[in-house]
């Protein structure tokens, strides 16, 4: 009988480690599920984020803060329905359990995939060291000055997704200037030189001829067969470039210029310190100074619609000039800035100014004789520093420097910098979709709870 007895007690001691074991096994299991329902739900929220949403920046870090730290509560209490218990409520352990796995997989998935499907299609992107100076933009091409990149030309008909048609790189090459006219490339190097590049085949650029200078070149206009140079403080030349493989200069203009647009037979400048001279070319070999206007500021850039010229002056913003009578321009207005504005675009009643590094200012021109800053005075900061600016349907094109080509969409009329998108560094607005979520899911949380405390 005491075997029997014996045999029995060991079997239930048996039976209880069994048990033990059985119940620390699904322990386990579960926080185990919590860990990698964590993991996976940081995965889609990154490819959602990057793909769908196109969050960067400081919305993408909210994003990730808003998962990291709010989603364990909803998981625990409306997947997994933990029981709640005040007093015995660890909500630490919620929150740490598998933060660092969801924390890891975020940042490797939404790294990897903004890297390799939402960049730019730019192939040399990734690693270029060179800086995005000056752009034109004709047809749905895109040309380049792109600092030790050379010469590139990509085709932007898909904003989103942009093709590199042909770069033209050598050495000592450091592009800084871009004008194309007729199937004819004149690109500025930092060498106070012009190249000029045969472009009736976009994917195969051909050089055709170069043309050197003593002084650092600011901006080139073409009209027909000649070619306007403005190169600092040797004022402007004027090239014949009736045959592209031997340019010769055929006039010159004493200055300090800054910027030239040709209009039929009447040159505009830019003089970086007297203000704006209109020129008569007719007679390349001889221009004549018809008029000049002094203005405030360091005159860096011009934009001309009808007779209207805009000027982009430095640390004294823009100024508007009336160029109706050739011979007595006159000042309508100017937008005062704290910025330094080196660039300028108008597109219908807007005035986008670029001011390098402190980034672009978006002015309401719809009464000439006051401009006005529609952001209150606020920038919109691009990644990189605005060099140059141009418009390609509804985009705002900025030479972004190290971080090449930025295209900004442009609702109509001109939002305001947090109300814009960024296709290129893939910022969207928080807004109302954002808000109404963050409320259903805030409410949702806070209703859970307190039927659990009931």
């Known amino acids: 009988m005491a075997k029997k007895k014996k ?15 059985i119940e620390k096994k699904k322990e386990i299991t579960k926080e185990e599920k919590f860990y990698w329902v964590r993991v996976a739900v940081a995965a889609v929220s990154a490819l959602l984020g990057v793909l769908v949403f196109k969050l960067v920046g400081w919305w993408m870090f909210l994003y990730m803060m808003l998962l990291l730290l709010g989603w364990p509560f909803i998981q625990s209490f409306l997947i997994f329905k933990l029981p709640y218990q005040k007093d015995k409520w660890d909500w630490k352990q919620i929150l ?11 940042m ?34 895109v040309y380049i000055a792109d600092g030790t990149n050379g010469f590139v030309i990509l085709d932007i008909t ?66 027909g067969n000649l070619a306007y140079v403005a190169i600092g403080n040797e004022g402007l030349s004027i090239l014949d470039v009736s045959t592209p493989s031997n340019p010769s200069q055929v006039g010159k203009i004493d200055g300090s210029i800054s910027d030239v647009v040709v209009i039929n037979n009447t040159a505009y400048l830019t003089d970086f310190n007297e203000g704006l ?37 430095g640390e004294k913003g823009m100024h508007i000039v009336n160029s109706s009578v050739l011979d007595s321009p006159q000042l309508l207005g100017s937008y005062n800035s704290t910025a330094n504005a080196s660039s300028i675009v108008v597109n ?7 001011n390098g590094e402190q980034g672009i200012s978006f002015i309401d021109i719809s009464d000439l004789s006051n401009p ?13 520093p605005a060099y140059d600016l141009a418009i390609y349907n509804d985009y705002l094109v900025v030479a972004d420097g190290t971080k090449g080509l930025t295209l900004i969409y442009l609702p109509e009329p001109a939002a305001e910098p ?8 893939k910022t969207i607005p928080f807004g109302w979709t954002w808000g109404i979520i963050s409320l259903i899911t805030v409410t949702s949380l806070v209703s859970a709870i307190k039927k659990r405390e009931n």
Not at 96 to 106: E, L, N, Q, V
């Open 7 to 21: 045999k029995k007690i060991m079997y239930k001691v048996k039976t209880k480690e069994k048990v033990a074991d």
């Open 158 to 223: 898909n904003p989103n997704h942009r093709e590199l048609m042909s770069s033209y790189k050598i050495d000592g090459l450091n592009a800084q200037k871009i004008f194309v006219a007729d199937d004819i490339g004149y690109l500025a190097d930092s060498n106070n030189s012009i190249l000029l590049f045969d472009l009736s085949d976009e994917t195969n650029p051909i050089l055709l001829s170069k043309y050197q200078y003593s002084n650092s070149i600011a901006s080139i206009s073409v009209q």
């Open 108 to 141: 490797f998935i939404s790294t990897i995939c903004f890297t390799l499907v939402s960049y730019p299609a730019w192939d040399d992107q990734l690693s270029n060291p060179a800086d995005t100076y000056d752009i034109q933009i004709e047809g749905n091409m």
């Open 277 to 313: 001279k209109i020129v008569n070319v007719s007679d390349a070999t001889h221009p004549i100074i018809m008029s000049t206007l002094n203005l405030e500021g360091q005159m860096m850039d011009l934009e001309i619609s009808d007779s209207i010229i805009f000027i982009a002056a």
């Open 418 to 425: 947090d109300e814009i998108v960024a296709t290129a560094n």
């Open 372 to 384: 006005v800053n529609i952001t209150d005075d606020k920038l919109y900061n691009t990644i990189g």
């Open 348 to 354: 219908g009643e807007s005035a986008y100014l670029s």
């Open 96 to 106: 740490k359990t598998g933060i660092g796995g969801h924390f890891f997989t975020f």
